[in-house]
């Protein structure tokens, strides 16, 4: 195998690793979904609001900050868009979620842009999440709460 068809593989890899890891958390299918990431992987929230972890470090953090998610929000990703890199095993990916927060049933619609490093078995080991807190926290306040009011989220275990 050439470099450039080893690079090619692995970038294929590394996109099927970020792939699965939105087609496992729209299903609420947890164990399956940290199986997709280093047992030390770091996953990273720059703009968390509070009561939301800024960094999640381990397989069992991980476990346990998604647990709550398939019961806090009914969600489907769409528009995946993946930009090249020159790193194989860097993937920078673009998309959008659309959904429900179960809580409120308000919609939750987002767009959301990762930045994500995978090693050579093409096991998330990084995760940098961008997306948008204020569109969380409006999804996840009751209706009958005044705009003025704290509006912290937890939606992390």
Excluded at 54 to 59: D, H, L, Y
Excluded at 74 to 97: C, K, N, Q
Excluded at 106 to 115: D, F, G
Excluded at 121 to 144: F, G, K, Q, S
Aim: with cysteine; proline share 7%; aromatic share 8%.
């Amino acid at each position: 195998m050439t470099v450039k068809e080893d690079d090619a593989a692995r970038r294929a890899a590394a996109q099927h690793a970020v792939a699965e890891h939105l087609r496992l958390t729209a299903a609420g299918h947890t164990e399956e979904w940290v199986k997709l990431f280093a047992p030390d992987a770091v996953l990273e929230f720059p703009y968390a609001p509070a009561g939301v972890p800024q960094r999640v470090t381990g397989r069992d953090a991980l476990r346990a900050h998604m647990s709550n998610f398939p019961e806090t929000f009914d969600v489907e990703f769409v528009g995946l868009v993946f930009h090249e890199t020159v790193d194989p095993s860097l993937v920078i990916a673009e998309f959008r979620s659309k959904g429900t927060a179960l809580p409120t049933g308000k919609p939750y619609e987002q767009t959301c842009i990762s930045v994500v490093r995978t090693d050579d078995d093409a096991r998330i080991t990084h995760y940098l999440d961008y997306w948008n807190p204020l569109v969380a926290i409006e999804a996840l306040t009751p209706h009958d709460v005044p705009s003025g009011s704290d509006r912290s989220v937890a939606f992390g275990g």
